[in-house]
């Protein structure tokens, strides 16, 4: 495994405003979600993976839904934060795979702190058909596969 | 164990709406937290806990901030459905406690669906001297472990 | 005019969230707009017109995305807090029409508060053509018209 | 009045994301006033004055609750979409400001569309003694006031 190179990492960047924090003056914890659900779609964009509404029209994707999150929340964080969310893919399966995200805040003097560590497990869904909302999970896409490697 | 009483449970009842789900016409994820941090604090009222900004006066807690959350996502919930979320607490530790959650969607034909099941670590936390952000972990307060048997 | 009955009006009862709070613990306005949302299709609904997926298939409708808002903040609110959304439609046109809302807390000493006043135009929306975004205004639904009277 | 300098203007910019629209995949409104709730909070940034938690300790601000907002939706914005959200300060009062914003997406072409133009009548608070979660408008700060020219 030694020549196994490092799987690609994109960080996506977000600040933190007033109103993503809660009367305790910190970042109200599902703001987390939002930016994460974000980073995962600019994963996909980093590697040049079209937009949902494209995919929807090319291969049937709709996006990438959410099976199962575990989140580990280090330190809290505040409006004025800048937080550096980097993400890569851990684990493809055949119909599902492992998005793995480490949040960091980038200080004014230069240090790093660990925020929030998650790893999610996704599927890449289309829609049910005769279903208004209903989705099922299809087998990853090799395009997609190829384009994140 | 055998004559230990089932936990307290309190059930928080959500009407998902359109504005909660994403292009896909199912729920944004990240509302299903929103939805479980509420159904926390309602928790917390059920069983007769004052609002956090009274307990910050009174015992210096200013709420339960979320240490680890671990949430499997079962079946999904567009608008118009009713979520029944049903919340106990399953372990007190020293300075935690894990919450669980189970969402159902109460179907018009009376069945029910698991839609998403939910375990939380949450501290109580008190504010950090001197430091207008930063919070501690205080001990479990006896007054509300007492309130929610 | 004088004959002229009073509009249906269809109320909305939110209750305020932590989280719906912001570090100065009061609720984070655009919350009021979000709950707006959801009382604008509970008008609907409350009316007897069915989901935007359902009025998408039969009549082209998807939604009654806004063109133009009118709020005014009378007092704050904040987590605990009760409030009902009296919506009403102060007046049909053409391709649009206007929406008024009035927020209200419901007190537990039985006084009410005036918290919010808010007048929207909408429309009626259908998907353009050839378009994966782009939606136009079509003219007000008779059915609708007739079902919100 | 002919040479009454431009008043300051700061611009803030968004990435629309997927959960920020909705069904109709549209950018959901309320996520609108998100965005504009943080770039009112930038143009203070922007001309150097505090994050509120230090002018609560120093001037006894908290932040700039909204006491009125009037918006006009121009054109649809959807996920992709990069936003630039232009802010100055249109007239100060004693004790009320009104900031407005031009919201403009920058197209991949070099063109600009407008998006959203808002109108907003803002105050300068303070909490109410002896309230949790009252609050009470001040004076138009003058160091604030002379930071924004």
């Known amino acids: 495994?030694?020549?196994?190179?490092?799987?690609?990492?994109?960080?996506?960047?977000?600040?933190?405003?007033?109103?993503?924090?809660?009367?305790?003056?910190?970042?109200?914890?599902?703001?987390?979600?939002?930016?994460?659900?974000?980073?995962?779609?600019?994963?996909?964009?980093?590697?040049?993976?079209p937009p949902w509404h494209e995919t929807e029209r090319t291969i049937g994707v709709i996006g990438t839904p959410l099976v199962d999150t575990h989140a580990k929340f280090v330190k809290t964080a505040s409006y004025g934060d800048t937080l550096n969310i980097h993400v890569h893919i851990a684990e493809w399966r055949d119909k599902s795979f492992v998005q793995r995200y480490r949040i960091e805040r980038a200080n004014e003097d230069g240090s790093v702190d660990a925020i929030m560590e998650c790893d999610e497990v996704r599927i890449f869904a289309a829609r049910r058909e005769g279903s208004a909302t209903g989705i099922r999970a299809v087998p990853i896409p090799e395009s997609i596969r190829q384009a994140c490697r």
């Open 1 to 49: 495994m030694t020549d196994s190179p490092a799987p690609r990492t994109v960080t996506y960047t977000v600040r933190v405003e007033f109103g993503d924090c809660d009367p305790a003056r910190i970042v109200w914890f599902p703001n987390f979600f939002r930016w994460i659900d974000a980073a995962s779609r600019h994963f996909f964009v980093g590697c040049g993976v």
